[in-house]
């Protein structure tokens, strides 16, 4: 079967393509899962504080997860090739339903130790066989704005469940597990009728392929570089902020602006990198963070600590987007999921780095410490996007065959 621009399929005339109909259901298993993480990630760490773990030996958990999550997204590209996205995913989603009943029947920290582990595997299935779906629908000059919508439903989910496990927490040891289990196993089993299936041909070769590969090396360094500042934030704005002499209150309030300042400019983000292209978009984003970060160096008082929540926020948040849509332009159909999977793999490298590297900036500088590692990583992305070329847009969308109105039977290169 040769590739075409026209609507050609197995079905002939029956096969349609519905590319938003699969966008739109894909979403709603991401918002899905995104909300089971967001129970289950607070209610680990909590659990176990409530245990007398020390909070090193917390942290350490979070880490092993992240560690799993980087090296669980590179088997994630080998599981797609063979296997193809719908499995992959339905893999992960029920990986991690029957590893959150694991905690509760077996409550050791030896046994919550590996099944983080195995948690952090089972969500790179989940995270990399989803952005690749993402990347595959619909034309690629929109890419960027899809996965910003991905990023959104993702964000949407996750932010539910965290707010719902402290209503969760006092019901019992089981029902907030039950509920992480219930609603990862509910989205497993509408994946066969809702999630696009895609896997590039079995007899593909390289020698079909029409668009050359791109060096992968800045978006990587964009991956990375999101792990890492979203980490140390995520871990360490609480402790910097409150030896600074902020109040818990205050703490808060600075979470809600980083988070809501990224989300407020995803979407926009991505429909405007889709035109002047990922890596420009990158370089602003960077600037635009680095500026922020640097403000309370120059002068620290609680505006400058504001204005810099709101635009490392408004920087930092929209980069994994950005990088997923560079990724896209520069590889072709027949190496997305390899490809998406060490741009994962990069973030859970950054995610592993950045709170050591904070903790180890704040006890030899002090609070500031935190501000200067983020400046850090900030100062070196902007240097390699600006050093960057970046890929040209896509000319065309693949050829996408259905079998029914969402389930990819298999694509080709239209470029």
């Known amino acids: ?100 009943l694991l905690y509760p029947a077996l409550p050791t920290l030896a046994a919550w130790f590996a099944f983080r582990a195995l948690s952090g595997g089972f969500a790179a299935l989940f995270f990399v066989s989803t952005e690749v779906a993402v990347s595959l629908i619909g034309d690629p000059a929109r890419r960027a704005r899809n996965l910003a919508l991905y990023g959104v439903a993702f964000s949407v989910g996750f932010s539910t469940g965290a707010a719902s496990w402290p209503f969760l927490d006092p019901l019992g040891n089981w029902p907030p597990f039950l509920v992480v289990a219930g609603v990862s196993i ?93 890596i420009p978009l990158t370089r602003a984003a960077a600037s635009i963070a680095l500026v922020g970060v640097c403000l309370p160096l120059l002068h620290l008082e609680l505006t400058t600590i504001i204005l810099c929540c709101v635009l490392a926020g408004i920087g930092v948040g929209s980069m994994y987007t950005l990088g997923l849509a560079e990724v896209g332009r520069r590889v072709d159909i027949h190496t997305l999921a390899a490809a998406n999977a060490r741009f994962t793999a990069s973030y859970g490298v950054g995610s592993v780095l950045g709170p050591a590297a904070g903790g180890l900036a704040i006890m030899l500088l002090g609070p500031r410490g935190f501000f200067w590692s983020l400046a850090a990583c900030l100062a070196v992305l902007s240097a390699v996007s600006f050093a960057a070329h970046p890929a040209p847009a896509p000319t065309a969308p693949p050829v996408v065959r259905w079998r029914s109105p969402i389930d990819i039977l298999e694509f080709d290169d239209c470029t």
């Not at 026209?6 to 079905?11: L, M, Q, S, V, Y």
């Not at 669980?72 to 959150?100: C, D, E, N, P, Y």
């Not at 792990?227 to 030896?243: D, K, M, Q, S």
Request: include cysteine.
């Open 186 to 278: 509910l989205a497993a089993g509408l994946a066969p009728f809702l999630f696009p299936d895609a896997r590039p041909p079995v007899r593909d070769r390289p020698e079909r392929r029409k668009q050359p590969r791109l060096p992968l090396r800045a978006p990587m360094v964009i991956g990375f570089s999101y792990g890492f500042c979203e980490a140390i934030v995520t871990a360490l704005l609480p402790v910097c902020t409150v030896r600074l002499g902020f109040s818990n209150d205050q703490v808060g309030w600075f979470f809600v602006l980083v988070v809501g300042s990224g989300l407020v400019t995803h979407i926009p983000v991505g429909v405007a990198a889709d035109r002047v292209g990922p």
């Open 1 to 100: 079967m040769t590739a075409d621009c026209g609507p050609a399929g197995e079905g002939g005339e029956r096969a349609e393509r519905h590319p938003l109909a699969a966008l739109v259901m894909l979403l709603g298993t991401t918002v899905a899962l995104g909300l089971s993480i967001g129970v289950f990630t607070p209610l680990i760490a909590a659990r176990l504080d409530r245990d007398g773990v020390a909070p090193l030996v917390n942290g350490l958990t979070s880490t092993v997860m992240y560690l799993a999550i980087g090296l669980g997204a590179l088997l994630a590209g080998r599981v797609i090739k063979s296997q193809g996205v719908r499995r992959t995913f339905l893999a992960g989603s029920i990986g991690l339903g029957l590893t959150a």
